[in-house]
């Protein structure tokens, strides 16, 4: 195989632009860290209209969009993987800690959403639209805990075993996951996590069970990663559209759902099938029994400086959102 030939047809022209979206297409990857929106770190680097645009440009002029989204790609595929196995080996070594993490990032994005509200405008039915939306995130975390536990509803065994209705799942959620990329304080990752998928998804190609261990999982292992990826691919397609158009038509409400589900992921991520792990006998053993004090003192810690880290990276889309507006604003006058 003719390696100039590939780098050829992967860089255009301007290399400069080429390698700077790429390292900017790292950003992009952040989403698989839960409660990192990579919609709003898109933003936060300059790329997220350039990214969506060609999104949408996909059927109409392929070439032009999917040679602009390759760099993106890249990088957001690079720091993905790097992030992934970081994420999988300190929630292995630290869950509760790791889990204030994660709660700390969403806190901290809280101001992205909050900022499209006008809640001195909000009446009955807008609030109902908010619990609603917390108790679709609480609720499918909560749910998958209760099924662990009384019904020994297993979804880590579930992937090992490849059993047919987790593939149809995956796709969904990966659909699912994908179209929250798209908008800006919602975190990809947090959809899988929530779900319980973010773990035993991981766990396909990291740790002592993965298909590099273990060779009867590779045929299942591979076929949810390319249903998940089917679930990711269609997803981008399908919601760069339906998304534009639900904060376009209905912005209020649409961010009256994702506030009520970015507060209902927070209890879920404290209460999902990853918090207890359960014994030959029947047992049950949750994590925070065997939670070391230093692990609480830690999570405590990390909850705050990334709350108080991301609270200022909001700020900063938000100025940017604001720049952009003002600029588009300014543009008709300018063209008089």
């Known amino acids: 195989m003719d390696f100039r030939l590939?780098?050829?047809?992967?860089?255009?022209?301007?290399k400069k632009e080429w390698f700077s979206d790429f390292i900017r297409g790292t950003s992009f990857g952040l989403g698989m860290v839960p409660?990192?929106?990579?919609?709003?770190?898109?933003?936060?680097?300059?790329?997220?209209?350039?990214?969506?645009?060609?999104?949408?440009?996909?059927?109409?002029?392929?070439?032009?969009?999917?040679?602009?989204l390759i760099p993106i790609c890249l990088g957001a595929v690079l720091s993905a993987i790097t992030l992934l196995i970081a994420v999988h080996f300190?929630?292995?070594l630290a869950p509760f800690a790791i889990s204030c993490l994660f709660t700390g990032l969403l806190l901290g994005t809280l101001p992205i959403i909050t900022r499209e509200l006008s809640f001195k405008e909000m009446k009955t039915k807008d609030y109902v639209l908010l619990v609603l939306g917390f108790l679709l995130a609480s609720g499918i975390g909560i749910l998958s805990l209760l099924s662990k536990i009384y019904w020994h509803f297993d979804l880590e065994q579930y992937f090992v075993e490849g059993l047919w209705w987790i593939y149809p799942l995956v796709i969904l959620v990966g659909f699912v996951a994908m179209a929250a990329c798209i908008v800006p304080g919602i975190s990809g990752a947090m959809i899988l996590h929530i779900f319980g998928l973010y773990q035993p998804t991981?766990?396909?190609?990291?740790?002592?069970?993965?298909?590099?261990?273990?060779?009867?999982?590779?045929?299942?292992?591979?076929?949810?990663?390319?249903?998940?990826?089917?679930?990711?691919?269609?997803?981008?397609?399908?919601?760069?559209?339906?998304m534009n158009s639900l904060i376009t038509n209905h912005r209020q409400k649409t961010f009256e759902v994702v506030l009520g589900f970015v507060l209902g992921s927070i209890p879920a991520m404290y209460l999902n099938q990853d918090v207890v792990t359960l014994a030959e006998n029947g047992g049950v053993t949750w994590i925070y029994q065997i939670t070391p004090w230093w692990e609480y003192l830690?999570?405590?810690?990390?909850?705050?400086?990334?709350?108080?880290?991301?609270?200022f990276v909001s700020k900063k889309v938000i100025k940017k959102q604001a720049q952009s507006i003002d600029v588009s604003l300014d543009e008709p006058a300018n063209h008089q």
């Open 298 to 311: 830690l999570g405590a810690i990390l909850l705050i400086a990334a709350a108080i880290g991301f609270y």
């Open 90 to 92: 300190g929630y292995n």
């Open 35 to 68: 409660g990192v929106s990579a919609g709003t770190m898109a933003i936060v680097v300059g790329i997220y209209e350039k990214l969506v645009g060609n999104i949408s440009r996909l059927r109409t002029d392929f070439k032009k969009a999917a040679m602009t």
């Open 6 to 14: 590939i780098l050829i047809i992967m860089l255009p022209m301007n």
């Open 202 to 242: 991981a766990d396909i190609y990291l740790g002592e069970n993965s298909i590099f261990h273990n060779i009867e999982r590779i045929p299942s292992g591979t076929g949810i990663t390319l249903c998940l990826l089917l679930g990711i691919v269609l997803g981008a397609i399908a919601s760069s559209k339906i």
